[in-house]
């Protein structure tokens, strides 16, 4: 009688402990679920994005135009941009967003360069240049004298007769002085000097201090090497995948290696050091195409 009696009780605490420990995870579950419910719902939105161009840049409103032709405006506050862009009218970009639709005014993750207005506008298609004759040179400055070339000639043999040729001639015999960039490319066989003819790319205005920034000598013009232009200067830094190269006098410029992941190492390798960098656009554009990295001694 006294083992039934303990049997009974060893029975009874046993189907305690399993109530307990049924009623303990159906604890632990409601309490998993009330924290998952719990999560902030602007957490749980989707990562998406808007293809569409700057129409202006107020502080930190950005304005973009959509494809349909509307305008939406962004707070910009947060969102990541690489410094090197500066937004301007005309740049295609990618708006990162939270949600589902973008609306009207509201927070942006990141503003990211797609197709820089630069890339298709005309007017950043070619530098210019001019044909000539050296007439004096020094390390700072370039009397140069525009000559006929196969362009002039044409405009010179289409004038009527001779006054008009002279006149033709005439117009394209005028001598500038150029300012020598501190970053200045040379394409010369030696020594550039008096005499020389050359092609000279420039900055600036003709008649309003025009900058020399390239100069390619007549007997190099069928060389591989009168296809390469470049900058000189000393890579200062590497942020976000843009290489800073600083000029002697200061001036900066920026390339991007366009995904070259070897040519970044090379620009992190030779940071500090004296370099010419090649590229494959326009030296006025905000960011330029690298093509390569050549140290100089």
Same mark, same amino acid.
């Given at each position: 009688?006294?083992?039934?009696?303990?049997?009974?009780?060893?029975?009874?605490?046993?189907?305690?402990?399993?109530?307990?420990?049924?009623?303990?995870?159906?604890?632990?579950?409601?309490?998993?679920?009330?924290?998952?419910?719990?999560?902030?719902?602007?957490?749980?939105?989707?990562?998406?994005?808007?293809?569409?161009?700057?129409?202006?840049?107020?502080?930190?409103?950005?304005?973009?135009?959509?494809?349909?032709?509307?305008?939406?405006?962004?707070?910009?506050?947060?969102?990541?941009?690489?410094? =090197?862009?500066?937004?301007?009218? &005309? !740049?295609?970009?990618?708006?990162? *967003?939270? @949600?589902?639709?973008?609306? +009207?005014?509201?927070?942006?993750?990141?503003?990211?360069?797609?197709?820089?207005?630069?890339?298709?506008?005309?007017?950043?298609?070619?530098?210019?240049?001019?044909?000539?004759?050296?007439?004096?040179?020094?390390?700072?400055?370039?009397?140069?004298?525009?000559?006929?070339?196969?362009?002039?000639?044409?405009?010179?043999?289409?004038?009527?007769?001779?006054?008009?040729?002279?006149?033709?001639?005439?117009?394209?015999?005028?001598?500038?002085?150029?300012?020598?960039?501190?970053?200045?490319?040379?394409?010369? =066989?030696?020594?550039?000097?008096? &005499? !020389?003819?050359?092609?000279?790319? *420039?900055? @600036?205005?003709?008649?309003? +201090?025009?900058?020399?920034?390239?100069?390619?000598?007549?007997?190099?013009?069928?060389?591989?090497?009168?296809?390469?232009?470049?900058?000189?200067?000393?890579?200062?830094?590497?942020?976000?995948?843009?290489?800073?190269?600083?000029?002697?006098?200061?001036?900066?410029?920026?390339?991007?290696?366009?995904?070259?992941?070897?040519?970044?190492?090379?620009?992190?390798?030779?940071?500090?050091?004296?370099?010419?960098?090649?590229?494959?656009?326009?030296?006025?554009?905000?960011?330029?195409?690298?093509?390569?990295?050549?140290?100089?001694?």
């Amino acid at each position: 009688m006294k083992k039934f009696a303990a049997y009974t009780a060893l029975g009874f605490m046993m189907l305690t402990m399993a109530a307990c420990g049924k009623k303990a995870s159906t604890a632990e579950t409601t309490t998993a679920a009330v924290a998952e419910s719990s999560v902030p719902e602007s957490e749980a939105l989707d990562t998406n994005s808007l293809d569409c161009f700057v129409e202006k840049l107020e502080g930190n409103k950005l304005t973009v135009k959509v494809d349909d032709g509307t305008s939406m405006t962004f707070d910009i506050s947060n969102a990541k941009i690489n410094p =090197a862009w500066n937004l301007m009218e &005309g !740049d295609e970009v990618e708006v990162v *967003y939270q @949600g589902s639709d973008p609306t +009207d005014g509201m927070a942006v993750d990141a503003v990211e360069m797609s197709v820089p207005f630069e890339f298709t506008s005309e007017d950043y298609n070619a530098d210019p240049s001019i044909y000539g004759v050296i007439k004096s040179i020094d390390a700072n400055t370039i009397q140069f004298t525009e000559v006929m070339d196969g362009r002039q000639e044409a405009v010179s043999e289409a004038a009527s007769d001779d006054k008009n040729q002279e006149d033709a001639q005439e117009e394209f015999g005028k001598t500038y002085t150029f300012h020598r960039a501190a970053y200045e490319t040379d394409v010369a =066989a030696g020594d550039i000097k008096a &005499g !020389d003819y050359a092609l000279i790319n *420039y900055l @600036g205005d003709l008649d309003k +201090d025009p900058v020399c920034y390239r100069i390619c000598t007549e007997d190099m013009m069928e060389d591989e090497k009168s296809d390469i232009y470049g900058i000189t200067g000393t890579i200062d830094r590497i942020e976000d995948g843009i290489i800073y190269l600083k000029a002697s006098d200061g001036t900066e410029f920026k390339f991007d290696p366009s995904g070259n992941d070897d040519l970044l190492k090379q620009a992190e390798a030779d940071t500090g050091k004296k370099v010419e960098i090649t590229y494959s656009d326009s030296i006025r554009q905000r960011v330029m195409t690298a093509d390569s990295i050549i140290e100089l001694q």
